[in-house]
């Protein structure tokens, strides 16, 4: 191996092994990189990245844009953006446009649930390690929307899986119709 080959897995990182990097401390940075089986980089620095991890907040998102505009300044490809979610409702209506605001910079933008398990787990990252190697129906009922977008996110890197657009909130309305069941007296 050449010096030139070096430096460019030094950069890079491992051939088949993604680089992952969050745009701040504490977004999900190492629990995306166990379960896709990638490279934790830490904190986002400015190095080229495959996949940049944020949480589902406004500031974090905005991070995420910039750092995505000075990955392809750089000279690598458009990052995959894993927005983690904050909270079990999913992302709001702002962060969900957002998000779609994002797209046209991202080589595709996955949210990654909430997974209200690892609050009460000594060591959460164990529960990752692997995930994408057990079947779904083996997997605890909490772990398997995880483990889906993972696999998505996992399948968006080797590109078998086509980018998709961002998940809209859950919760679209919070006001209900009901039909009334008595005529109305004119």
Do not use: K, N
């Not at 779609?100 to 609050?119: C, D, F, G, I, Q």
């Not at 060591?123 to 990752?128: F, G, Q, S, T, Y």
């Amino acid at each position: 191996m050449d010096e030139d080959e070096m430096s460019a897995i030094i950069r890079r990182g491992l051939p088949g092994r993604p680089m992952v990097a969050g745009v701040a401390g504490g977004v999900g940075t190492t629990t995306v990189a166990r379960a896709v089986g990638g490279i934790d980089r830490g904190v986002f620095t400015g190095r080229i990245v495959d996949v940049l991890v944020c949480r589902a907040t406004g500031d974090s998102l905005i991070r995420a844009a910039r750092a995505a505009q000075l990955v392809v300044a750089a000279g690598g490809v458009r990052p995959v953006l894993a927005v983690c979610a904050a909270g079990a409702s999913g992302p709001s209506r702002p962060t969900a446009a957002r998000m779609r605001l994002l797209e046209p910079h991202t080589a595709a933008v996955v949210v990654l649930p909430y997974v209200r398990r690892w609050r009460d787990m000594a060591v959460p990252l164990d529960d990752v390690t692997g995930l994408l190697t057990r079947p779904l129906t083996e997997l605890p009922r909490t772990l398997r929307r995880y483990a889906a977008a993972a696999g998505h996110l996992h399948g968006v890197l080797e590109g078998a899986t086509p980018p998709r657009r961002a998940a809209a909130p859950r919760h679209v309305s919070a006001v209900r119709i009901h039909p009334s069941t008595t005529r109305s007296q004119r």
